[in-house]
């Protein structure tokens, strides 16, 4: 019975250790940071009068790892024709604001009428719109951090809605980083 104590209790100790190493190990995502939106719905625009009417949604997710951003938007159900371009925006919830960076058209590929679009943003893909609010062409850092402050949404616009016809807040409410001010 004494073997069993004396070698037992360090024995749980170190069973116990690794159990935390292992799953600090497992849960460990490389250093990323993963950013999701709220649902793009047509309610959260603030285009003309108001929200939008439209059954369209969509999802934006995005990685970074370094100085590259990784994204998926996935969107469908959209009422206003064409598909002409997306991007993410910096503002906080009900404001407009300028863009930051193209996800789709512009000088990116052509956005489809509905499905996924992947893509990576770098510092030069960052625009030089939002200079007034302290977000310079190129200012990838400055760009990451409104990201993690919950001031950036992502958009799909239209023919019909060519200022928006979805839209949905990025990495905003329980998901915002409070570090990031």
């Not at 108001?50 to 969509?58: A, H, K, L, R, W």
């Amino acid at each position: 019975m004494r073997k069993i104590r004396l070698y037992g209790t360090p024995l749980v100790a170190i069973l116990a250790l690794l159990a935390i190493v292992s799953y600090a190990v497992a849960s460990n995502d490389g250093g990323k940071t993963h950013f999701k939106s709220d649902i793009l719905t047509g309610y959260q625009e603030v285009v003309g009068p108001g929200p939008i009417s439209t059954v369209g949604t969509g999802t934006f997710e995005a990685d970074l790892d370094g100085t590259t951003l990784s994204y998926t938007l996935t969107y469908s159900g959209l009422e206003g024709g064409a598909v002409t371009q997306a991007h993410i925006h910096f503002a906080q919830r009900g404001v407009g604001g300028s863009v930051i960076a193209f996800l789709c058209g512009g000088p990116k590929p052509a956005c489809p009428a509905s499905g996924t679009v992947t893509g990576t943003i770098t510092p030069a893909d960052i625009l030089g719109g939002t200079t007034a609010q302290g977000i310079e062409a190129g200012a990838f850092d400055e760009a990451v951090r409104a990201l993690r402050a919950g001031v950036v949404y992502a958009n799909v616009h239209t023919t019909r809605w060519q200022a928006g016809e979805i839209r949905g807040q990025v990495n905003d409410d329980n998901q915002r980083d409070e570090n990031a001010r």
